[in-house]
């Protein structure tokens, strides 16, 4: 007979939220600290074609 898998108690639901919440707030905060960084970086990208031998 197969085993029914074991039904999680509340608190440790109430746990795992709030532990997935905390990471998520921490991705969050290094998300918007790596938009503000790559924000004032000055780049650009220049595309050379060998065939015609110019920027495009």
């Known amino acids: 007979m197969e085993q029914l898998p074991r ?13 997935s919440a905390r990471v998520n707030g921490q991705l969050l905060g290094q998300l918007k600290f ?7 970086l000055h780049i650009a990208i220049f ?8 920027h495009i």
């Open 7 to 19: 039904i999680m108690e509340e608190s440790d639901l109430l746990r795992l939220i709030r532990s």
């Open 34 to 40: 790596f938009r503000e960084i790559v924000g004032k």
């Open 47 to 54: 595309i050379h074609d060998l065939k015609i031998q110019r």
